[in-house]
């Protein structure tokens, strides 16, 4: 395009300007050749001629089209130059708050100076494994991009992080390395990575400092290398440091501090472990006090020091080497206190004795105190003849003690950096490595001095290395993409670093300067002007002599050259260092020995490793070359040599930190340093490479879908391909061939020409608008004049029609006003007439009737006089009667108010008693009952009493004749009459007691009678109030349950919720925990195969394969069955299967220990109620057992022989060491001995002497005998006492009754009631709660003798089956012929049996090698059912080992399968089916009634009789967990790489979206041919094959709806976060294809009737911001609508998305910053955690709901093809 087409009217350009560096202007003129100026208007209205030059084609910038602006990546920029660039970033950085942007190979990072939530875990998962281009800038990429270059190319990396002090370098070199420690986690237990990332904290406390740019400033430079094995993981790490700011330990700038770590010293100075080193504040303090404030805001020093020395130890820094380092610290800062005296002389200086300062600094450094204080005031001069020690000034020393203070923070830095290596270093092989370089970058002060120029040497050596990288790229893209080049001229500042590092350059003259004895700075600066006075990079100020300026890539710099010499030699006396060499702490001595340290830190680049340059005494002759190396100069320039080589050997990544101001305020943009920064770092110069050759790049497929739009619709349907279509299209539009080419599969243009291309889109697309609204405007103008025509004829018509109605209205009124004046007149006259008439006749009526009124009044007087006189008459008698009758009636109302008054007080009385009554009595109808429970027990007790009487009248009675008889006999004996009166007089006395306790108890028994009837009557009264106060209660209640059902609803559906939150939260923590449990085994197994590959020798023997399933195994606990065994089976057990198993599983163990005591004592207990039982109907049998000699020898043999199967069967049975009792044997094995007795040869017995060990067995079993029956007597003794306590306590009760009883008849009728009461619930709530305790007890030992009864009687019925077989047996050998016997068929039972020897082979088929297809038409989950009836049978022969094999064996194979086939979904969802199954046919079949209210009568014969299996139910549960987060893994990691481009980038909608340019960093995604491509069918078919696999595989539905609810989650998380990363997909159009593609995967849940799962509900959040993308977004009544919208989007993600959104036309808007705030005010109410991405590794907890099975065991068939013919049909 020519000049005059670019400059044409409403053109945009860029103009200089002093403020904002440039400022946009728009041409309102056309340029015509020959101008000598542009015609512009600024942004504020104003007009501005600009001169421009034509014939140097100066002309002002081009400004890019707004499409273009905000672009993640430079170089898509059409123009591109410094306005674009800065404009570009500043867009990016205020409204959209993006602090990363590309350009080219480099990531821009502007530091925001706030905290961004943009690098946390999720974060990091989202970035990981993405390709650079597929995802918005960020470090996170870079950091991947590296990771994935290393992998892929087996080639080391390097991150390079540039920028100057406050730019950001350390945070994101942190940042780089966090994410390398997040993906490439150590593989052992070493957490090398943690390791790492705590080496930060040390170095920015010992190497970090407060400068006026920034809170945190790394003074030194750092290089990071992490190294990797060959899987990639982190095996280690070294670092190597550059160029310490040594001089910051003894001065710092105002507003400056000291390195962090004094400040962190002297903050923790009151730890008790830190008073030996007599810390002050850091006010007190020369060396942290120079800056004046001390202190940062926001920041806890003492805080600090503690992750400080949390990560020392962290890194293995041993306490006391801690220690030591905080003593050498505060010995340097005791140093800068030591008081220097000056003498009077002036020459020299003293110290005081006194001085404690010193005296703490010999004391922490363990130095002598005279030596030092000597060496620190004198110097030692060596000549070749003498050695002489020269006094030195004040100033002198000052300068030698802070070079020594220098020097010993420069070892001690060094010596933690040596030991942060050793921290880092591993043995093992380092396959590759990734560096991270965080160092300074250019550098310009007002004062700049020797380490400026050492920074700005340093910043010259990599950006000549960023040039030829750049150069080198561009050159490989075009080489690649087959387009011719030419060398493109760019900036080579070879002749500048020449200046500084050739031969006689400024280094070497400094450095010859330093050997001159008395050599000055002046000197050194004469030497520069001499020899590099003529080069076009030196220059000499006007002003100065004692200054240089060095022309820089970046600057001009001027270096004062004061101190060049000395900070360059870095000189410390010698006398000084051997005093410190001869410390007694040995770490001291060791910092200052000179090249011993083989540090691999050091000896690789330690630049601030300054080797210190020490006069011996003796005088000796050293190489020039040796004395040349020890310069900080030669040491940095060799140090930057090796970093240079390492760089080159590797691929480097590019960082360049930006500060955008130098007020440290957040999100604000100063251009005047951000051009200055963009300048020194090179992004202006990658920007200037790139614009010369062909900047802007396009592949054919994104170029088609983005320009098609400028081809003919013929073009577009020719079926060509597309490389021809677009060439023919641009061959058209652009006609100067040299401003594109063609490449192999890209499209390369000029800088300009997409500009171009846009604007040619834009015209087309607007004169499409124009011919549309043209259309449309024409349409409705035509409808609107038809419509207004249609309009007036209407109007027409009704107003004609109105007119002709009014005219016949006007002749109808007339009418009617005729007609009405004819009516009125005729109506007037009449009235008038009425009027006279009614005046006549009233005149008449009146007249009349007064005549008769008048003779009736008179007639009514007279009349009147009669009756007056009458009633006179009869009142004066009726007065006489009614004085007589008022007083009688007051004589007899006195009467009866005297009676009333009586009457009223009785009832008051009555009144009283009765409402108090009610008020004791209020809802006591339970009471009632009680009472005539009471009543009854009284009457018992009445009857006990009566009874104990007489039995004690009896006794009384027998003692008096026994008294008698002996009263006779002593009267016999002695015949003493005074005695026999005594006697008698106890007689007396005692008959009087007698018929006193008569007295008594006629007296009781009355009382009682009268008490009986009173409470009768009471209880009568009080049933009446109650059946009204309960009429009254129901009344109450359903008022109240009237009022609060509404309250109450609510309340327990909130409750509801509630619970059910918490339900789900401690599901998802027990899930959670199952899974962590199962990633612990997976690690425990891959540990075990590493080591075993590990020891694997050629002659190593493998281990059965039983022994490995076991160590593979878990350990189960046991069958939980009727009988259960003692710790000692447990044990053996254990040691059967070994001690590392028993360890595994300790805990479970002893639980199970604690319950098999506690059942064994239920046993005992049992077992000896039942041996008194058996002992009191056995006793017969025994007596005469003892009788009959040849049967007592047959039962002890029996017994014996029982003894001794009894203690063989106790090592295979695991409850066999139950007591077996010698009766139970003898009864066993009578009738064995009965059958064999008669064919027994006795004197074959007597042979072998087996007589006498039957005589042995008899007297055994009398001794045996005789100890039953002192077991006997003794609990017949035991008895007797119980029954004795019994009667005591019997007693008791019986007297506190009496005396009750008699308390209560002292009390009131209405207190007897009350205390009745309460002793009588008292006593029957003691005696309901003992009744539980019984009952419960009762239920328990009877469950118990069920299950032993069910035990017994199977064990009868097994040897009564086997004494049928023996006896058939015997008939059949005894028959002389072969007779043939007819088999019943039997019906199959549901049962399978097989031996224990095939039980490996039943695994190996049925679980180990079975594949799903083997059984696809059969019934689903057929192996379930298979193991469930092979576990039946064994729970039918009660063989506990059997079923605990079985199930172990099965639970390990499934692992095993699960474990070889990890990536294999449909095996995966065999096994979770299967085992799904087999839990249910547990609990199915488990004989608990919940789980068997679907069972047919059938189906219940089929439950388990002997066993529970609870706890397997409970393994079975968490293995059917582990298997179904495998399954969604497997499925996740098939979706997940289709979800991005089939839901967000896939073209549903043909031509809806439209393709923006992409600059450097093109997708991955982008080409339509690209082999991860994948449209939304792929993923619908994906998830078609999942569904029907799952419900194929007989996959409960529930469990496959839960499943598919994950899997949406996923699908929604994945698309989400990528939308939240990605600014090229948050457009309209985007959000249109993406409601489209959510629509798609709807329908498919509706289809598959999978509605239900909540899958779609998962979806919400996608949903919604694809709303959120289509909505408009102007007002504030858009922002209203789209807070109340978008409610499953947080805040944060809002407001992502909406900085995001970016037109992909020109005629769409862009979101202002105004409407933001304003969304952002609106969320402010919303409490809400701040989350960016969606966890997209959550997973829902899984429930497994009761699903029971319809079939029946017996109809079940197994197919032959599995090989299961070993097992029988039962």
């Known amino acids: 395009m020519s000049v005059t087409e670019l400059y044409s009217r409403y053109t945009r350009v860029w103009i200089p300007d002093p403020e904002e560096v440039w400022k946009s202007a728009e041409i309102i003129k056309d340029y015509k050749e020959g101008d000598k100026t542009l015609h512009l208007k600024l942004e504020d209205e104003t007009l501005l001629e600009y001169p421009i030059d034509a014939k140097a084609n100066k002309f002002p910038f081009l400004r890019n089209p707004d499409i273009l602006v905000g672009e993640n990546d430079l170089t898509a920029l059409s123009y591109l130059h410094e306005p674009a660039v800065l404009h570009n970033l500043k867009v990016r950085f205020l409204e959209s708050n993006h602090i990363y942007t590309y350009c080219g190979i480099v990531l821009v990072a502007i530091n925001p100076y706030e905290q961004l939530p943009i690098y946390g875990q999720d974060v990091i998962y989202a970035y990981s494994g993405q390709n650079m281009g597929d995802m918005d800038p960020h470090i996170f990429a870079v950091a991947e991009e590296a990771y994935k270059q290393m992998a892929r190319d087996e080639k080391n990396q390097s991150i390079i992080v540039s920028g100057e002090s406050g730019a950001g370098k350390t945070v994101s070199a942190k940042y780089a390395m966090r994410y390398f420690a997040s993906v490439g986690g150590s593989s052992s237990e070493t957490n090398i990575e943690e390791k790492v990332l705590a080496s930060s904290p040390i170095m920015e406390a010992i190497g970090n400092a407060k400068t006026t740019r920034n809170d945190n400033s790394s003074r030194f430079g750092k290089y990071i290398q992490i190294g990797f094995d060959k899987r990639y993981h982190i095996i280690g790490a070294n670092m190597r440091t550059y160029l310490l700011e040594k001089s910051r330990v003894v001065f710092q700038a105002d507003d400056e501090r000291n390195y962090h770590v004094f400040y962190q010293l002297c903050a923790s100075a009151s730890l008790p472990e830190f008073k030996e080193l007599s810390l002050m504040s850091a006010e007190n303090f020369l060396y942290t006090s120079l800056g004046g404030d001390t202190s940062i805001e926001g920041v806890d020093d003492a805080d600090d020091f503690e992750k400080t020395r949390h990560a020392f130890t962290l890194l293995g820094v041993k306490d006391s080497h801690q220690l030591a380092i905080f003593k050498i610290l505060a010995a340097i800062l005791h140093l800068g206190n030591v008081d220097l005296q000056p003498e009077r002389d002036g020459e020299s200086s003293s110290i005081s004795k006194q001085d404690e300062h010193l005296h703490n600094f010999c004391r922490l450094l363990g130095v002598e105190h005279s030596q030092m204080e000597h060496w620190l005031c004198h110097r030692k001069l060596v000549t070749t003849s003498e050695t002489y020690i020269k006094n030195m000034s004040v100033q002198q020393v000052v300068n030698a003690r802070n070079a020594l203070a220098k020097h010993i923070y420069a070892q001690l830095f060094n010596w933690i950096v040596q030991h942060i290596n050793k921290a880092l270093h591993t043995t093992v092989k380092q396959h590759s490595f990734i560096g991270v370089l965080d160092i300074y970058g250019f550098e310009t002060f007002e004062v700049n001095s020797f380490e400026q120029f050492c920074i700005n040497y340093a910043n010259e050596k990599l950006q000549q290395q960023f040039n030829s990288h750049v150069f080198k790229l561009e050159q490989e893209e075009y080489m690649k993409e087959q387009i011719p080049w030419t060398l493109i001229d760019f900036y080579d500042n070879q002749p500048c670093i020449d200046l500084i590092e050739a031969k006689l350059g400024i280094f070497d003259l400094l450095d010859e300067e330093c050997k001159v004895p008395k050599g000055t700075d002046q000197n050194w600066a004469q030497k520069l002007y001499d020899r590099h006075g003529s080069s076009q990079h030196f220059q000499k100020p006007r002003m100065s002599n004692i200054s240089f300026i060095v022309v820089h890539f970046a600057d001009k710099v001027e270096y004062q050259c004061d101190g060049f010499l000395e900070k360059n030699r870095d000189t410390v006396h010698e006398e000084q260092i051997n005093i410190l060499k001869a410390s007694k702490y040995p770490m001291v001595a060791d910092l200052f020995h000179d090249g011993k340290d083989p540090a691999p830190a050091a000896a690789t680049g330690k630049g601030a490793s300054s080797k210190i340059n020490i006069r011996s005494a003796r005088p000796t002759v050293k190489s020039a070359n040796k004395e040349h190396k020890k310069t900080v100069g030669h040491q940095f320039r060799n140090s930057l040599h090796l970093l240079m080589e390492t760089l080159n050997a590797t691929t480097p990544h590019y960082v ?30 990658t920007i200037r490479i790139s614009a010369a050759g062909y900047p802007s790049r396009w592949t054919y497929h994104d170029f088609f879908n983005r320009y098609r739009i400028l081809m003919k619709k013929k073009d577009t349907s020719k079926k060509e391909d597309r490389k021809v279509i677009c060439k023919m299209l641009l061959e058209s539009l652009i006609k100067d061939p040299d401003k594109f080419q063609f490449g192999r599969t890209k499209i390369f243009f000029r800088a300009g020409q997409v500009a171009y291309l846009e604007k040619l889109r834009a015209d087309k697309f607007r004169a499409a608008t124009i011919m549309i609204q043209k259309t449309v405007r024409g349409w409705l103008q035509r409808a609107k004049y ?146 005539q429970r009471k009543i009854d027990e009284q009457n018992k007790e009445y009857k006990l009493l009566t009874e104990q009487f007489s039995t004690a009248a009896t006794s009384h009675s027998t003692e008096i004749e026994k008294l008698k008889k002996e009263l006779q006999r002593y009267q016999r004996k002695k015949g003493d009459a005074n005695q026999l009166a005594s006697l008698q007089e106890e007689i007396d006395s005692l008959r009087l007691a007698l018929e006193k306790a008569h007295g008594e108890r006629k007296i009781v028994e009355d009382t009682y009678t009268k008490e009986k009837d009173v409470l009768r009557k009471r209880i009568s ?182 003894k001794e199967s009894n203690s063989n069967m106790q090592t295979s049975w695991p409850n066999s060491d139950k007591h077996v009792d010698p009766e139970d044997a003898i009864e066993a094995y009578h009738g064995v001995c009965q059958t064999n007795r008669k064919t027994e040869d006795w004197g074959y017995l007597n042979e072998d002497g087996e007589l006498g060990l039957a005589y042995q067995g008899l007297k055994q079993v009398a001794r045996l005998l005789e100890a039953q029956l002192q077991d006997q007597r003794r609990e017949h003794e035991e008895e007797v006492e119980t029954l004795k306590e019994q009667m005591g306590t019997l007693r008791e009760e019986m007297e506190k009754q009496q005396e009750v009883f008699f308390q209560t008849l002292q009390l009131s009728p209405e207190a007897q009631v009350e205390f009745g009461i309460q002793q009588e619930i008292m006593r029957l709530t003691s005696e309901n709660l003992d009744l539980k305790e019984l009952l419960e007890k009762l239920k328990k030992n009877e469950s118990k003798l069920k299950k032993q009864l069910k035990i017994y009687m199977k064990k009868v019925q097994d040897y009564e089956a086997d004494q049928v077989v023996e006896q058939t047996e015997k008939r059949r050998h005894e028959l002389n012929r072969q007779v043939t016997v007819q088999r019943k068929e039997k019906d199959f039972q549901g049962m399978l049996e097989y031996c224990k020897e095939d039980e490996p082979l039943l695994v190996k088929n049925l679980v180990t090698d079975l594949k799903p297809q083997m059984v696809s038409a059969t019934v689903p989950c057929l192996p379930a059912y298979i193991l469930y009836m092979c576990i039946r049978h064994a729970d039918y022969s009660n063989d506990d080992h059997k079923v605990h094999s079985l199930l172990t064996s099965t639970i390990n194979g499934i692992k095993k399968v699960l474990k070889k086939h990890h990536d294999d979904f449909e095996m995966t969802s065999f096994w979770l089916a299967n085992t799904c199954r087999l839990l249910h046919c547990l609990k199915q079949y488990s004989g608990d009634t919940g789980f068997m209210t679907q069972n047919t009568v059938k189906q219940n014969e089929h439950c388990l009789k002997n066993f529970d299996l609870t706890e397997y139910r409970q393994i079975l549960s968490d293995l059917s967990i582990q298997i179904y987060q495998q399954l969604i893994k497997i499925a996740e990691g098939v979706l997940q790489p289709m979800i991005v481009t089939a839901v967000l980038e896939n073209e549903s909608i043909q031509g809806l979206s439209g393709v923006k340019p992409m600059g450097y960093r093109k997708r991955t995604s982008s080409m339509g041919d690209s082999d991860n491509f994948y449209t939304l069918e792929a993923i619908i078919r994906q998830l078609n094959t999942f569904h029907s696999v799952m419900y194929d595989q007989g996959l409960d539905p529930e469990i496959i709806q839960q499943a598919v609810k994950q899997l949406f989650y996923m699908i929604n998380a994945v698309a989400l976060n990528n939308l939240l990363l990605r600014k090229d997909v948050c457009s309209w159009s985007t959000g249109m294809q993406l409601r489209f593609n959510i629509s798609q995967l709807e329908e498919w849940l509706r289809v598959k009737n999978l509605q239900q799962s909540g899958a779609a509900k998962t979806m919400e959040p996608l949903i919604q911001a694809a709303q959120l993308l289509q909505l408009k977004k102007k007002t504030s009544e858009d922002a209203e609508a789209i807070c109340s919208l978008c409610t499953a989007l947080t805040t944060q993600q809002i407001v992502k998305i909406l900085n995001l959104y970016t037109p992909v036309n020109e005629f769409e808007e862009r979101v202002t910053v105004a409407f933001i705030r304003n969304i952002q005010a609106n969320l402010q109410e919303r409490n809400e955690p701040p989350q960016l991405l969606l966890d997209f590794k959550f997973m829902f907890p899984v429930l497994f709901p009761f699903n029971p099975s319809s079939l029946t065991m017996d109809s079940i068939h197994i197919p032959a093809s599995l090989g299961l013919e070993f097992l029988n049909r039962v």
Not at 658 to 672: A, G, T, V
């Open 786 to 931: 038809q419509k207004m025509k249609k309009a007036a004829l209407k109007i027409q018509r009704y107003t004609r029609g109105h007119l002709a109605r009014r005219l016949a209205d006007r002749l109808r009124k007339t009418r009617a006003a005729i007609v009405l004046q004819k009516q009125y007149r005729m109506l007037r006259i009449r009235r008038a007439y009425q009027a006279i008439h009614r005046a006549a006749v009233t005149i008449q009526a009146f007249t009349r009737g007064m005549f008769v009124r008048k003779t009736y009044r008179k007639m009514l007087m007279e009349h009147k006089a009669t009756i007056i006189q009458k009633h006179a008459r009869a009142w004066l008698t009726r007065k006489h009667f009614v004085r007589f009758r008022s007083a009688a009636v007051v004589l007899q109302c006195y009467f009866r108010r005297m009676k009333a008054k009586q009457e009223l007080k009785a009832l008051k009385i009555e009144a009283r008693s009765a409402e108090h009554l009610k008020r004791l009595n209020i809802g006591m109808e339970n009471k009632v009952v009680q009472l």
């Open 656 to 685: 360049r930190c930006i500060k955008p101001n130098d007020e440290k305020l957040p999100f604000s943009f100063d251009p005047k340093r951000a051009v200055q920064q963009l300048r020194a770092c090179g992004v202006l110069e």
């Open 1021 to 1202: 009264d009080l049933e009446e109030e109650n059946a009204l106060l309960k009429q009254e209660k129901e009344e109450l209640n359903n008022k109240i349950l009237c009022r609060s059902e509404d309250a109450f609803a609510q309340n327990a559906v909130e409750e509801n919720l509630l619970t059910k939150k918490e339900l789900e939260e401690e599901r998802v923590r027990y899930q959670n925990l199952v899974q962590e449990y199962s990633r612990l085994e997976q690690r425990y197994d891959n540990l075990r195969d590493e080591m075993a590959i590990i020891k694997q020798t050629p002659g190593h023997r493998r281990n059965p394969s039983n022994q490995s399933s076991l160590e593979s195994d878990s350990n189960y606990p046991s069958i939980s069955t009727s009988e259960v065994g003692d710790t000692e089976d447990a044990i053996q057990q254990v040691e059967e299967v070994g001690m590392e198993k028993a360890a595994m599983d300790m805990t479970l163990f002893l639980k199970l220990q604690k319950r098999v005591r506690e059942l064994e004592q239920e046993r005992k207990k049992l077992q000896s109620q039942l041996e008194k039982r058996e002992n009191e109907s056995k006793k017969p049998q025994v007596i005469e057992m003892k009788n009959e000699m040849d049967l007592d020898r047959d039962t002890d043999l029996a017994y014996n022989s029982l």
